[in-house]
Nanobody
Framework: QVQLVESGGGLVQAGGSLRLSCAASGRTFSSYHGAWFRQAPGKERKFVAA????????GYVDSVKGRFTISRDNAKNTVYLQMNSLKSEDTAVYYC??????????????????WGQGTQVTVSS
């Protein structure tokens, strides 16, 4: 079992920045790929960014490329999402997810094994 807890969400003005953290406990987090998804009000949860277990492979949805950066520190069992130049359309609940090593890259949403409870990000225009 892996438990994931997100933090770092909040209210920020358009153009501002936030850094989300996802702290993992339980099994060795370095055996898992990590990812961030988001769900806007009234919409489906969608992929934002993913990072492989060792950090050598990274992927982003087109809408955040150049603005968001995913990273991880396996010594701290934590995955981060640095969000810069935030826009109102980035407003959503952000979820952290973990998937055991193996399978396709990037993994599909349904392939992730563990999920956090989410953290709210609100960008005011």
């Amino acid at each position: 079992q892996v438990q994931l807890v997100e933090s770092g969400g909040g209210l920020v003005q358009a153009g501002g920045s936030l850094r989300l953290s996802c702290a993992a406990s339980g099994r060795t987090f370095s055996s898992y790929h990590g990812a961030w998804f988001r769900q806007a009000p009234g919409k489906e949860r969608k992929f934002v960014a993913a990072i492989s277990w060792g950090g050598s492979r990274i992927g982003y949805v087109d809408s955040v490329k150049g603005r968001f950066t995913i990273s991880r520190d396996n010594a701290k069992n934590t995955v981060y999402l640095q969000m810069n130049s935030l826009k109102s359309e980035d407003t959503a609940v952000y979820y952290c997810a973990a998937k055991r090593i193996g399978g396709n890259w990037p993994p599909a949403q349904y392939e992730y094994d563990y999920w956090g409870q989410g953290t709210q990000v609100t960008v005011s225009s």
